[in-house]
């Protein structure tokens, strides 16, 4: 699904109820079965972990490498100890490795994170919910500092990670173009309410570039 | 990225940055030896028979004295204290002044040897502490006020000398260069090019060097210059504890007040409020300035300072007695033994108390620092440890040693703990800092994701945290090579101890020799801090 609409629609504002970080000042916001707002501790926590949040890089920690940032997605699971003795000696580094070939950065897993560049940047919070491998993909803008080429093949790897956990991918973007040949389902938001919702096969560009300009 | 892909390699190996490890490697060396030097791990450190009068001490925090003539007491001794404050620091902002014009780069242009030589001068008055300079004025001037205000001034004037030139050099050169081309003398340039761009910095560095003045005030008395320290000092031996609390919470109270008055300064110097077209002066500002002059003028008619003591001839006399009976230095092998064990136990020392406070530091940033949401017990916890460390630094160091030495056998150790204590109270409130002003993103990703508390804490708050904390160790490891010296000079040992012997035998070329190992070992403390600063950086 994409959600579309000009900057200060909401669209943040909707992923945040969604994955918890923003508290509903009215209504309930139900995530996959339950409401997120009624659970606390230890089945909060587990809730959290399925679902899976890219922003725009401004997560990652700059001091560390990349290897820890992307083992990052997997504290949900993690002992205290493990994450612990992690940050010493590096642990399950196949799988961040896996994960760093899908994106392309295998070969960076141990560089200092700040020393990447956006899209590099970009590309390791890819990598961590490769990790993390949540049931709901949440995406802020995760095409923006990517290059066309790129950022194809990261909603290609965002949607099939979601497909494969049988769920779904909620991704607010900029190019009308990258929202109808990855989403099935188009919703537009401006200020804060929804004026669009529909299958994708029934937009073209056109259709979408409307909510790129001037609010209404 | 498919070129990437296609291209199969061999997956790149975890590298360690090896200055790093090799300066976190010899840090944890050294502390090792420190800890065996002051007999950590030699067992019987601890004096259970002590512990009764302990919990009288401390029980006695929630009944301080407050009699109205204990009350009247007291009051006079905080006027004394605040008196010596505000004519220190009045004295080293003046010295500060005149000393900056003299060490600036802008004076020195391109005479680079002068200009080291000047900077170096300045390192002498730096690397003794106040007492220090308190214990040798005492015995140049007798028992006058003149002591405390010097002792606090001289040293304070060289720091402040290096800053406000640091300042002056710092400023944008475009103005002052353009005055010089259109023939403008050099004094009315710096007037019009250098001083009002300077000018906010410094202001806010006299405000901040009036904040440190009351702490040194108060640590003389602890010597005998009078004032609060000394009246603690009196309630400590004659073991009346309601006292020595009343005289802790005066002591918090008024650090408090000089770091709230100081911030609310240096927060209207930065930020400015637009004037229009009148020519309108900044009403707090204004205040501030008028009221620091009209605390000056008080203070010298408060501590009857008369500028004869300094020209009379007795001064004069006993000047040219001390200086003549101190050179040469002593170097003979028995004090040159005994300077190298004190200067071991003095480095010693420093190193397990910044080791305390920076593990007590990091354990405590993460309460201590205010969030942007918390729940009300958050917020209780965080304002608890906030005053609990404003306690610890508001207490000079000596005290906490007496305070040790009740639970403690004599020694290093308990010496090494109360500067530790006295540090953390510093540290804690600057890691605090540190943490508020991080980036909260991080760690909100992580608690969305699912981590725990610790989790979040080590993969978000720990990484970003480390650079800024181990720098202000490393700083305050600086400063606490210095009051290591006021500890020993209260009996815990280390060069302070020796040069406090020598002192009280008249022995003055042996007291040469210990202030020139101070001065180079404060130094080599200052240059090793440099370096791993600059690691740290890297």
Known sequence: MALVGPSGAGKSTLLGLVNGSVPPTAGTVEVLGT????????????????????????????QLRVVHNVNAGRLSSWPAWRAAW????????????AALEGVGLADRVFERTERLSGGQRQRVALARLLVQQPELVLADEPASALDPVLAERALALLAGLAADRGGALVASLHDPALALRHCTRVVGLVEGRVVLDAPAAALTVGDLADFYGAPR | MTAVLDRPQAPPRLQRVRTRWAWGLGALAVLGWSLAGAGAFAGDVVNPAGAGQFGRFASAALSPALDGEFLRVLTDSVLVTVAYATLGAALAVLLGAVGAVAVARTTWGRRRLGWTLSRGALAVPRGLHEAVWG????????LDPWVGVLAIGVPYGAVTAKVFADLLDEVPRGGYEALLAGGVGRVPAALYGLLPPASGGLLSYSFYRLECAVRSAVVLGLIGAGGLGYQLLLSFSSLRWEQVWSCVYALALLCLLADVGGRAVRRRVAAPRSSGDRLRRDPALTTAVLGTLAAVAWSWWYLAISPATLVADRTGEQLRYVLTAAWPPDVDAPLLSAVAVAAVDTVQMSVIAIAVATAGAVLLAGVAARPARASAGRRLAGTVVRLALLLLRAVPPPVWALVLLFVLLPGILPGALALGVYTLGVLGRLAAEATEELDPRPRAALTALGAGPVGGWLYAVLPAATGPVLAFALYRWEVAIRDTVLVGLLGAGGLGALLASRVAAFDWGAVTTVLVALVLLTAAVDLVSARARAALRS
Do not use: I, K, M
Not at chain 1, 86 to 97: A, D, H
Not at chain 2, 135 to 142: A, E, I, M, P, R
């Open chain 1, 86 to 97: 992690s940050l010493v000696r590096p642990q399950g580094v196949p799988e961040v490795l």
């Open chain 1, 35 to 62: 409401d997120p707002t009624a659970l606390r501790g230890r089945a909060q926590r587990e809730l959290r972990a399925r679902v899976g949040t890219v922003h725009q890089h401004l997560e990652l920690v700059g």
């Open chain 2, 135 to 142: 214990l040798l004025l005492v015995n140049l001037l007798g």
